[in-house]
């Protein structure tokens, strides 16, 4: 094989992750529903705890909606962000050993 047809060119580029928008949503949803349920006090036959209770189901699930979208919109942006190297395969009988990083699993 040629040098060549083993060069490859790759893109790496930082995504957002999804997990966070989603949990700032839902919260964002369930405090808005406290406050909510607070403020309007108890109605009748029914406890402020209950109500807030209904009311986080209720806004919990659009603030999760919400936070997907927000998350889509982030994505959107750092999709052209990206960087592009050249990726070399290492030499097998180079004799060069991988470099152990400084991380909390490798030290001692």
Known sequence: MSS???????????APRLVPFLVVGAAVGVVAAVVLAI???????YSTLSSAGFLAVVLGLPGLALGAVAWL????????????????????????????????????
């Open 4 to 14: 060549r047809e083993q060069h490859r060119q790759v893109t790496v580029r930082h």
């Open 39 to 45: 403020v309007t006090g108890p109605t009748e036959g």
């Open 73 to 108: 919109i982030a994505e959107r942006r750092t999709r052209g962000r990206g960087r592009t190297y050249d990726a070399v395969p290492r030499e097998s009988g180079s004799g060069a050993a991988p470099t152990e990083r400084n991380s909390a699993h490798g030290q001692r």
